[in-house]
């Protein structure tokens, strides 16, 4: 089962992992990047950038790696959500039949979206992604500059996330990420704070899947807000439903009292 956290460093990632990196300022960059991909070398990783070389990878190529950058192979033109999830599933294959231990990628996030990338298609890349990662040999390291990209992309991009690293004040109040092909886990607290992203997020989902498992193991709370959130999500997507599983007892109570738990409601708590 895979667990949400927040790291102080990128030390700590290993196979399974997929962390968003909020960069504070440009020049704490380069250090983090280079350890990072220095790690993957000493334990027997295929390294993979994506993005620019110059901050993180001095040499032209690194031994056993790849270096992609989508706006200089692209004439500036960043990728779609579909590229760098084919490219990460096609690369992790390789590696594994190349006898490396996993694929080891740092995606330079300023390289591969555009600059007016929408939450809505982060989200969208992002669950895509994680749901890859999950399941391969591979850990994946989004970078997102700050400044940089636009605070609700930002929110988005980290909750959607099982991991976090970057300033502590900007980590999510929730994580979403994947368990298995239907069920996603949601840890931390849904509430107002964060209900837009989570509803992106709940919504991208459901567009692919006819129920969608919630394990609610790591959820502390969800609040009034959280709640409508989830049932209006459900609701705008005729024939889609969502099944919470493992609720906590102040959930479930407030899940009855606030009168969720009326079958008309096309989401529904099982133990």
């Not at 380069?30 to 993979?48: F, Q, T, V």
Request: with cysteine; hydrophobic share 45%.
């Amino acid at each position: 089962m895979r667990i949400a956290r927040s790291v102080a460093s990128l030390g700590p990632v290993d196979i399974g992992d997929h962390v968003c990196w909020v960069v504070p300022q440009p020049g704490d960059f380069p250090h983090a990047a280079r350890g990072y991909l220095s790690d993957g070398r000493k334990l027997g990783d295929k390294i993979m950038v994506v993005g620019s070389p110059a901050p993180a990878w001095p040499e032209s190529r690194a031994p056993h790696g790849l270096l992609v950058d989508p706006a200089a192979e692209h004439g500036g033109v960043r990728w779609d959500a579909d590229a760098l999830v084919s490219l990460v599933r096609q690369e992790a294959e390789t590696a594994g039949r190349q006898g490396f231990r996993a694929l080891r990628v740092l995606a330079q996030m300023d390289r591969v979206w555009r600059a007016d990338i929408t939450a809505e298609e982060v989200a969208d890349h992002e669950l895509r992604l994680d749901a890859l990662t999950g399941g391969a040999a591979a850990m994946v390291v989004c970078a997102y500059a700050n400044p940089g990209f636009a605070p609700e992309v930002l929110e988005q991009a980290a909750s959607v996330h099982p991991h976090f690293a970057g300033v502590p004040a900007q980590a999510p109040s929730f994580h979403m990420f994947s368990q298995a092909a239907d069920c996603w886990s949601v840890n931390g607290v849904v509430d107002a704070d964060g209900a837009g992203a989570f509803r992106v997020a709940v919504t991208g989902l459901l567009r692919t899947l006819a129920t969608l498992r919630l394990r609610c193991d790591g959820l502390q709370l969800m609040d009034a807000v959280g709640m409508q959130t989830l049932a209006e999500a459900a609701a705008a997507l005729p024939g889609r439903k969502i099944v919470l599983e493992r609720a906590n007892p102040t959930v479930r109570r407030c899940w009855t009292l606030l009168g969720y738990d009326d079958p008309a409601v096309p989401a529904e708590l099982v133990p």
